[in-house]
């Protein structure tokens, strides 16, 4: 009588005397056969006589059958189960600088992510913040608030004596001769009343006109003699 031949290996033709074993990349799991199967799309097989094909792990994948190694996933993408045919980019407000990862990251605060399939997300520029991870764009500053540094998750009150009268602004701005502010996060200053001035900028109160001085209207770098 003739043997069948085992799992894993075949006899393609009559009066074979030894049965082959399957090529890597390939699998028969009965006996008896006289022809391998490729792998499937998803799996793979590196050793050469091997039942059966063996899934690709979480962040790899095979796009062709018979493959004897999977690939990994790129960065920007990632697969999260086995036997992938392909690999996931990753949604805006998320990133993966690595290859073969299962997952995206979101990203961090103080960054945004615009785009599918960052490998790494942007800072937010000077002027703008963004406080929360995994976010697609940085809001800007609002008035009397500043950033001067990129990427920065929180905004900055401008300090007494400072104003922004725009949004999404780096620095704040000194107040004018003849005005003061004397509060954080102000948009605007105040103009100094009569009878009173200041000479400099980035004051937070004006000063009393000396004796024999006066100013008469709002507003004044210098009291009138």
Known sequence: TCIECARGSFA????????????????????????CTK???????GSAGSPLCVACAPGKFSKREGE???EDCDVGKFAN?????????????LFQSANAKTTCNECARGTYGDEFGFSACLPCP?????????????TQCI???????????????????????????????DCEAGKFTNATAQDSCFLCQPGLYQGGGSKTSCIACDRGTYAPVFGLAVCLP
């Open 39 to 45: 792998c499937d799309f998803g799996y793979w097989q």
């Open 68 to 70: 004897s190694v999977c």
């Open 12 to 35: 393609g033709g009559f009066g074979s005397s030894v049965c082959l074993p399957c090529p890597v990349g390939q699998q028969t799991n009965i006996t008896g056969q006289t022809a």
């Open 81 to 93: 189960t086995t036997t992938q045919t392909i690999c996931f980019t990753c949604q805006p407000g």
């Open 143 to 173: 008035k009397g608030w500043y950033q001067g540094n990129t990427g920065s998750p929180l905004c900055l009150r401008c300090v007494a004596g400072k104003f922004t009268d725009r949004i999404g602004e780096p620095v704040c701005v």
């Open 126 to 138: 000077a002027g703008q913040q963004v406080n929360v991870t995994g976010q697609t764009a940085c």
